[in-house]
């Protein structure tokens, strides 16, 4: 049975999402202190704790944000995933390639053969880093839901001489919001002390909150407008064909000055940061005037006035993004755009990711190929398995 906690009165959301997030709805890694996966310390956020265990023929050590862990299969680095950094982006993907369901892992495309895995086996569509550098994502299993990950490890078989992904792995993940099978975007409160989960329904555009609950509709506004993030007030920012929107937590819409008399078309999530130049919070966002060719705004949080930044870089060479598919991007904490794309490898197309700065400011990057990771399709008996991208898998940071 997985944890369901249902928030539905202010008090008792604000005792979960606290500073010991969900200490009180069943726990999260990092604050259950029961909570201990075999052979398995994730380092701490200093990064300096180091634990060794010799049950089961496996040695598993933790420093400085990775966790190595040594059996008969191999020696297996995971990424913490109790210690994300939410101005990084990751990948989630799955160890079954050639396959587009179940065996997901959460990869950093700097480092892709270190992951996490503990994923519901199923289709799961979203996920966002929370601000206490956590994961959460949408799965698919019965009843569907919004759960926060609780790392497990692959366990290694020494009869067969293969590896096994962990065992009914969301049993031991924290619910928050039932989803009844819609495919949504989940956003998080940016304010460590206020992680409200919010959730938008793609088909008719109703938002929902872990405050209320999957039965009451906390906002609905038409998908044309692409929700893109939560801002530290708790407003609502949208994107709309005549430019940006605000609306409040009393549901006050303020529609905000567009720089620029355009049909225009918003894509993805906002990305918070603090502008060097006036010290004030903001958020970058991109967008195209529905004639190819992306582009950066950003909102000036304290003035509400928003500035065209300029074109993004163009892709590199040999890259190609169907524009249906560019509400995947997110951005960095330095406002690059990442999307996801393929591309011809070796005479084979493989899924890569790519990173774009502002047009003058650097050139586009081509950051993963898939196919330089990638072996045989059998994972199981690999001594380090390795994570593909697949069709429906995610780009994901933190708000």
């Excluded at 997985?2 to 008792?12: D, P």
């Excluded at 366990?155 to 819609?182: C, Q």
């Excluded at 960095?332 to 999307?339: P, R």
Aim: a negative charge.
């Amino acid at each position: 049975m997985k944890i369901k906690q249902m928030f539905v009165v202010r008090a008792f959301l604000l005792a979960c999402f606290s500073a010991t997030l969900f200490s009180a709805c069943g726990g999260a890694p990092g604050d259950n202190p029961n909570y201990q996966p075999p052979d398995f310390d994730p380092s701490s956020s200093s990064g300096g704790s180091s634990t060794t265990s010799s049950g089961g023929g496996s040695t598993t050590s933790s420093s400085g944000g990775s966790t190595t862990s040594s059996s008969g299969g191999g020696n297996l680095t995971y990424l913490d995933c109790t210690n994300l950094d939410p101005d990084k982006v990751y990948i989630h993907g799955t160890l079954n390639r050639g396959f587009s369901v179940g065996f997901d892992a959460l990869f950093s495309p700097e480092n892709p053969t270190e992951f996490c895995v503990g994923f519901a086996d199923g289709i799961n569509t979203e996920g966002t880093i929370t601000p206490r550098q956590t994961y959460v994502y949408e799965s698919s299993s019965f009843p569907s839901s919004i759960d926060e990950m609780v790392q497990e490890e692959l366990i290694w078989d020494s009869d067969n001489g293969e590896w096994e992904y962990p065992n009914n792995p969301e049993g031991n993940d924290v619910s928050l919001l039932e989803t009844s099978g819609i495919v949504g975007t989940i956003l998080v409160h940016p304010s460590a002390s206020n992680e409200t989960i919010y959730f938008r329904n793609h088909s008719n555009g109703d938002i929902y909150t872990s405050v209320a609950g999957s039965d009451t509709v906390y906002y609905s506004r038409a998908m044309r407008d692409t929700l893109l993030g939560v801002m530290p007030d708790g407003s609502l920012l949208f994107g709309g064909s005549s430019g940006l929107m605000l609306v409040d937590d009393e549901l006050n819409l303020e529609n905000l000055t567009s720089p620029e008399d355009a049909n225009l078309d918003f894509f993805g999530v906002a990305k918070l940061y603090t502008d060097s130049s006036t010290g004030n919070q903001s958020v970058w966002v991109y967008l195209d005037y529905n004639d190819d060719v992306l582009r950066r705004w950003h909102l000036d949080l304290i003035t509400k006035e928003v500035t065209n930044d300029g074109e993004l870089a163009a892709l590199p060479d040999g890259v190609t993004i169907a524009s249906q598919t560019w509400d995947n991007g997110r951005f960095d904490g330095s406002g690059n755009l990442w999307l996801q794309g393929n591309m011809e490898y070796e005479g084979s197309p493989s899924s890569v990711a790519v990173k774009l700065p502002l047009s003058g400011a650097g050139s586009s990057s081509i950051e993963y190929i898939e196919a330089e990771y990638t072996g045989d399709n059998d994972w199981t008996k690999e001594p380090n398995p390795r994570v593909a991208i697949n069709s429906n898998r995610i780009l994901v940071t933190g708000p």
